[in-house]
């Protein structure tokens, strides 16, 4: 099984700064991972896919990095929409499995 | 616009059965692979089952293989999940995804979420 390792477990920080949210898997996954976003009360919203493709209607402050075992979400300026739970995925290999998830908070 | 309206969850007592239903619509459904993922109270998600499109395949986590079956009626454009043998540690919101194949395409869509509750 595919481990996905997030760091760190929570982010605080103020609106405007940069978040950077790491995700590390125990063996290479290619270029198949997907970052999600997770409101209180709400369903996963894709984020990311293939690394670094923003699904439709994800803004641009969105950016996704990385190959193999080590990949990066970036939110370069964070709004208060921003602050949520964000999981990483991979679909390299069964079992499907995600990150921990990190939580972005507000300082 | 594509919608997933997940259905059949509740409260069951451990050992019980339950059926969710996953109601698909903006999407040519029996194309794309659809899956259920889970989320216990305060935890993060798990994938659970996937039904491939075309093909009819289907994949399952350890921790639900031989309890639960997934299953897509495509004339109905609708996914199922059977659960039997239910334990304590199946209470969770279930959420129907469209995706899920492997190098296939991600979770782009997902249903609002049914909670199934197991507990006596």
């Known amino acids: 099984e595919i481990v996905l390792t997030q760091s760190p477990a929570t982010l605080s920080l103020s609106p405007g700064e940069r978040a950077t949210l790491s995700c590390r898997a125990s063996h290479s996954i290619g270029s198949y991972v997907a970052w999600y976003q997770q409101k209180p009360g709400q369903a996963p919203r894709l984020l990311i896919y293939?690394?670094?493709n923003r699904a439709t209607g994800i803004p641009a402050r969105f950016s996704g990095s990385g190959s193999g075992t080590d990949f990066t979400l970036t939110i370069s300026s964070l709004e208060p929409e921003d602050f949520a739970v964000y999981y990483c995925?991979?679909?390299?290999?069964?079992?499907?499995?995600f990150g921990g998830g990190t939580k972005v908070e507000i300082k | 616009e594509v919608q997933l309206v997940e259905s059949g969850g509740g409260l069951v007592q451990p050992g019980g059965s339950l059926r969710l239903s996953c109601a698909a619509s903006g999407f040519t459904f029996n194309n794309y692979a659809m899956t259920w993922v889970r989320q216990a109270p305060g935890k993060g998600l798990e994938w659970v089952s996937t039904f491939s499109g075309g093909g009819g395949s289907t994949f399952y986590a350890d921790s639900v293989k031989g309890r639960f079956t997934i299953s897509r009626d495509n004339s109905k454009d609708t996914l199922y999940l059977q659960m039997d043998s239910l334990r304590a540690e199946d209470t969770a919101i279930y959420y129907c995804a469209k995706g899920g194949n492997i190098y296939g395409a991600p979770f782009d869509y997902w249903g609002q979420g049914t909670l199934v509750t197991v507990s006596s």
């Open positions: 293939d690394v670094s």
């Open positions: 995925q991979q679909r390299s290999h069964w079992p499907l499995t």
